[in-house]
């Protein structure tokens, strides 16, 4: 519909739907986390005009919000079969350490589970991971999700040869494309399921979630279990990335393993992807739908 509008000399497309929702992935995975019952500390940023928007997703969830100044990213995600999102990162762009004060920090390590998310959108993303395994040291359980950064693969080379040789990360997260891309990367020569699973975690040192359209798979990189994703009709593809991550990270602390705890984070992403609002399941919803 674009391109044939623009090939006719441009002009508009009227009757889309749109709305304008809470976003980010840090916003997205704070948010389903509290929605699944997790105390949960949120540390972004953001800028007067958009405050109450953000202030208000969390109201009635056991969710900290800590929001520093800075420019509230924007983004326009197109959605059909695959969603496209066009992306201005502005504060997120550069979110490094020292937007970090020392009550974050202690915050921080007293945390079972640190998120490093949206790296791709951050240009301060790599010293940021490496600073979070400095100051919160060996012990601490630190989540990566990069987002799709097949925009930077040179850059992000570093950042894998960061976490199988430094352990910036215990736990990383991608979906197909870009566990693909990281594959690529380090030379490895599954593309897919569960071999392309345990490869990437042998290689990293890591568990190694791998959410595909198909199944999901994770692993340690000695044993790999796998769920079947269950067929339905989505009503939004974004974010849905985002709740998956929350399920697994609830199963995790939870004392789900392998399959188990695949399926949890697959009946949280589905509830989602099919709910009539963009907003994340409870709990309660989550187990009655696994």
Known sequence: MVMAKAKSGGGGLHGIGQSEIRGGNAVNLAHALGKLGLRTLLITHSDASHLHLLRSTFEGLEVELRVKKAQAGLTVAFEERVNVM?????????????????????????????????????SRGTHLLRMLRKKLGKEATIFFDPADFRDRKREFRSVLSGIARARVADWVSMNREEGAAASSLMGLESSTGVRLCKELAQALGVVFDLHCEEAVYTSDGRTSSEAKVKGGKPRRLTGAGDVWDAGSIYGRLAGMEGTERLRFANAASRLYLESKEPVPPSLDQVLAAV
């Open 86 to 122: 066009l992306g201005d990162a502005r504060g997120a762009g550069n979110f490094g350490p020292e937007m970090l004060d020392e009550s974050d920090w202690d915050s921080l390590r007293r945390s079972k589970v640190v998120c490093s998310v949206n790296w791709a959108a951050n």
